[in-house]
């Protein structure tokens, strides 16, 4: 339907073109179905313009036949108007397409050279037409239609390129404007004129284009043009008279030339103005988006410039105000103009006036500042604010426009400095409390070398007086010294684990390390214990291969270990009950000796203290049974020496299951192999 619409418009102005031919002539005075073929080919897509093109062909050879043209003519001028649409379309396509044409001065002077190229094609068709039919003179016929259509181009086709929205004016000049443009024309192109006033109506025509939009430019354009070529076509005007005894095309080319003049002063003038009103709106758009994020902003903007050495405050939003007055009652007119280093402290405003090209302070600086600059700065009284500085250099304006970011960074100093403080503090603490620690362990280690002495020498005389290097004892005198010699010799185990403890502390528990027998450890350890177990009623199990099983160790040490792990088990197990230290190789190339016992066991919640030095659980506090609380802290000491670990679980039935794991020895790579097992009591 589209299609349909286009063809019977095209042919209405085909056969009104043909039939308002002025008498004698041999072309048609204007030929507006040129723009409006163009601009139907123009937004078609695809097979439809191959179609239009098709229809276009038959409705102009149709409507030259219908105003009485020979067919050969009127397929000669049908074939000319087709040529010309189509290389139009192309030219205008090619630079961007319809939207584009009328938007900036590029694209009008695209529009004008397709509009241009189109009217030397449809001349040289058109003259060749007639010349080789011998219907009329080539250079007379191709000067006519030239021009009428050139300015059917140039009047019509804007209409389908797009417009600028109108200006808001006041009614009354649009009216004045209308007004004066109908009777300039009709004065100067009126029957009885001849004077050479034909630029007269160009005044009102720029008037249009200046204040009116483009489609009141467009409309007044062809309105015009209308006006001049009716009557220019009767006799009137100044073309008309200058003419006059001519050829019919002469007045026709001369009518259309100044149309096409009108159009060619008019048109840039009127896309000039257009861009013009784009360029401010997208100006006033960019500004108030400016404004918006300036003043918007949540940390203080200045825009500076520089001047003289000096970077002076041109533009600033709320918070740069408050910051670097300190709402002291200043307002921005107060400070605009000033120079921004004068609102700091003096230090400060040597560091910003350094950022300055040419200044004195400037000159010594190692970087370079006109690439900008970022620091801390204070401002003067009264605010004193510390202000995180970010300076950009815009260098689109030469390098004397900078902007600046400011950042309220008091509290974060003053947090700085309270932390540097507490810090301090607590590093003295901490010397103060490295020296305590030393103090209580240098006291610790001395005291108990001085007791260690005496401690000895009363075992040793209660040893012989139990063998009766001073006479027979009776047996009450027997059993006390028995007292003080157990006692004794508690007191020594006592210091020397406090011992073993500091030395942990110092960092000085160290061993040399060599081959150990596990099994053989195993086995000291329960001779050592045998008493204990037997005053206790308690069964002791070994359970260990037969070969040897070899770590990287203290022979000293682990029967240390063992010894405490053992005696720790015999003193929570009641009378009748077992301990068994079980050894075993474990796949993933490590030993582990278990001491388990049939005992009361340690509470679940307290678990995870076992290995805490001075320790004690609740239920030995509550069965009153004696220790220190550093036995487990020794072992786990001395697990970790050996590049182990020591666990507890509580053991199935009752009771508690302490493992030690150590790595096996590695020889050329591969764990000295263990045999079965076995075991004693």
């Known amino acids: 339907m589209a299609i349909v619409g286009v063809l019977l418009t095209v042919l209405a102005l085909t056969l009104t073109s043909v039939v308002l031919a ?15 073929s163009v601009a139907a080919l123009l937004w078609m897509r695809g097979r439809n313009r191959w179609v239009l093109g098709a229809g276009l062909f038959a409705v102009s050879v149709l409507g030259n036949l219908v105003g009485d043209r020979p067919l050969a003519v009127s397929v000669g001028f049908a074939l000319a108007n087709l040529a010309e649409t189509v290389v139009v379309t192309l030219l205008l396509l090619r630079s961007g397409g319809a939207r584009s044409a009328l938007s900036s001065m590029a694209g009008l002077g695209a529009f004008l050279r397709a509009c241009g190229v189109g009217a030397v094609v449809i001349a040289v068709g058109a003259g060749a037409t007639v010349q080789l039919t011998g219907t009329g003179d080539f250079v007379a016929v191709a000067r006519a239609v030239g021009a009428s259509h050139g300015a059917a181009l140039l009047l019509v086709l804007p209409w389908f390129l797009g417009a600028s929205a109108p200006p808001q004016r006041r009614p009354s000049e649009r009216v004045a404007q209308w007004l004066t443009l109908l009777v300039v024309v009709a004065a100067v192109f009126g029957p009885r004129q001849s004077l050479p006033l034909s630029f007269v109506p160009f005044v009102a025509l720029m ?43 002469v007045v026709i080319a001369l009518v259309q030339t100044f149309v096409v003049c009108s159009a060619l002063l008019v048109l840039p003038l009127s896309v000039a103005i257009r861009q013009r009103q784009e360029a401010m709106t997208e100006l006033q758009r960019s500004e108030a988006l400016f404004r918006h994020g300036f003043n918007g902003a949540r940390v203080g903007m200045l825009l500076l410039q520089r001047d003289h050495g000096a970077l002076r405050i041109v533009e600033l939003n709320g918070v740069a105000l408050r910051l670097l007055t300190g709402g002291d009652g200043r307002t921005e007119r107060d400070v605009l103009g000033q120079s921004w280093s004068g609102l700091l402290d003096p230090l400060s405003a040597l560091d910003v006036d350094g950022v300055v090209p040419g200044s004195p302070v400037s000159a010594v600086r190692e970087d370079d500042p006109a690439q900008g600059w970022q620091g801390e ?221 049939s005992g009361m066991g340690v509470p679940e919640a307290e678990a995870h203290r076992l290995f805490e030095r001075f320790f004690r659980s609740s239920t030995a506090q509550a069965e009153a049974i004696q220790g220190t609380g550093l036995g487990l802290t020794i072992v786990s000491s001395i697990a ?40 004693t009591s």
């Open 207 to 249: 008037w249009g284009a200046v204040r009116m939009g483009q489609r009141t430019v467009y409309a007044q354009l062809v309105l015009s043009g209308v006006i001049v070529t009716l009557l220019s076509a009767i006799g009137g005007g100044p073309f008309a008279h200058v003419s006059a005894g001519y050829p019919p095309e």
């Open 377 to 597: 700065v204070q401002v003067a009284r009264p605010s004193r604010a510390w202000l995180e500085v970010t300076l950009s250099p815009l260098e689109e304006y030469g390098g004397d426009l900078y902007t600046a970011q400011l950042v309220d960074i008091t509290e974060r100093r003053e947090a700085e400095a309270q932390l540097r403080s507490a810090l301090e503090k607590e590093r003295r603490a901490v010397e103060r409390l490295t020296e305590l620690d030393q103090a209580k362990d240098d006291f610790v280690s001395n005291i108990s070398h001085e007791l260690r002495t005496p401690i000895t020498s009363v075992i040793g005389y209660a040893e012989m007086l139990t063998e009766g290097d001073a006479g027979d004892l009776n047996r009450l005198q027997r059993g006390m010294v028995e007292k003080v010699e157990r006692n004794a010799e508690r007191l020594l185990a006592l210091i020397e684990d406090v011992l073993a403890v500091s030395r942990v502390d110092a960092g000085s528990f160290s061993f040399t390390a060599s081959e150990v027998d596990v099994v053989h450890c195993a086995w000291q350890a329960a001779e050592a214990l045998e008493k204990m177990s037997s005053d206790a009623e308690v069964t002791l199990t070994v359970v260990a291969p037969h070969d040897p099983v070899l770590v990287a160790g203290d022979f000293a040490q682990l029967e240390r270990a063992l010894l405490n792990l053992g005696s720790n088990a015999l003193k929570f197990t009641p009378a009748g009950g077992r301990v068994t230290v079980r050894v075993t190789v474990a796949a993933d190339d490590v030993v582990r000796i278990a001491v388990e016992d």
């Open 22 to 36: 002025p008498p004698g002539s041999s072309v048609a005075a204007w030929w507006p179905a040129a723009g409006v």
């Open 640 to 679: 970790h020496a050996h590049h182990g670990d020591v666990g507890y679980a509580p053991r199935s039935g009752g009771g508690s299951v302490f493992t030690l794991t150590l790595p096996l020895l590695q020889t050329h790579g591969v764990p000295v192999p263990a045999g079965g097992d076995g075991a």
